[in-house]
């Protein structure tokens, strides 16, 4: 192609810088809701006048607060599956062929259920989309930590509204909060608010993709599916969890995996998938 040429895909890298503005948001977020539930609507009750149900609360939102960090740190960080620079696809004997697809970009062979992300400028190993909020694509070694966050973060925000409601309220219709700060009320009010929006949004986002888990389908390939009679990665639904979640049951709520799943889950591995003609 000619020297003027500009690849539009390129300047999709420059989202990822873009993107990192995300974390400061996501953290005045987090800060807000915890400044509104401990600091100005609970804490005070707990000090003053011992509440019993209150110290509950708290323990809960704290608990809620140390997975979803934790979960989210998991799916910024890891690595969500990049092809080996030495994987060959599997070869016809007869014909010396393959119908395997290759990248042009990344100058790579791509697996079955990868593709190449514009953002990370990779080919990510059965990509399931670039979150934004992760700042990272959702592939096959990061879709259990993204999808932990997702719920996590979506019982926090439950708790925040229901601990936030009373609070909420007394701002119409009762008195005792007259003498609050305007600040610890703006606090409040905006806490409770972003509390109830990204509860209900979570909560279909979460379900929609506990969905895919369960049926063995990415968010890129809902479209292909349609086109077929039957999906040939959907061995089952419990197989189909323990493939994105692992078979050790005491993990299921945890970033992690054990040593024994990372090396017998081939679709962990992000390379080979077993298919429904296939298992027994």
């Not at 968010?219 to 999906?231: G, L």
Request: glycine fraction near 6%; include cysteine.
């Amino acid at each position: 192609m000619g020297d003027g040429f500009v690849n539009p895909f390129r300047l999709c890298t420059g989202l990822r810088v873009l993107g990192y503005l995300v974390l400061p948001i996501v953290a005045g977020i987090a800060a807000a809701c915890y400044y509104a539930v401990i600091i100005v609507a609970w804490g005070p009750r707990i000090v003053g006048d011992g509440h019993v149900s209150g110290l509950a609360l708290v323990i809960l939102f704290h608990l809620l607060l140390v997975m979803l960090t934790w979960c989210y740190i998991k799916a910024v960080f890891s690595d969500p599956g990049t092809v080996p620079a030495d994987w060959r696809p599997p070869v016809d004997e007869e014909t010396g062929e393959t119908s395997t697809r290759y990248c042009d970009r990344c100058q790579r062979w791509k697996p079955p259920r990868c593709h190449h992300c514009s953002v990370c400028d990779k080919c990510v190993l059965k990509m399931d989309h670039h979150c934004v909020w992760v700042v990272n694509c959702v592939g096959a070694r990061t879709y259990k930590f993204f999808l932990l966050f997702v719920v996590y973060t979506f019982l926090e925000m439950t708790l925040c509204t229901f601990a936030l409601l009373p609070h909420f309220f007394s701002f119409f219709y009762g008195n005792k909060r007259r003498n609050e700060s305007t600040g610890n009320l703006v606090v409040t009010f905006v806490a409770f608010i972003l509390s109830v929006a990204f509860a209900l949004s979570l909560l279909c986002f979460s379900l929609m993709h506990i969905s895919l888990v369960l049926s063995n389908t990415t968010s890129i390939e809902v479209y292909e599916k349609k086109r077929e009679v039957s999906w040939k990665y959907d061995v089952g639904k419990r197989k189909n969890f323990e493939q994105v979640f692992g078979t050790k049951k005491l993990l299921w709520f945890l970033p992690l995996y054990s040593s024994e799943d990372l090396e017998n889950i081939s679709a962990l591995k992000g390379l080979e998938f077993p298919t429904c003609s296939e298992v027994v």
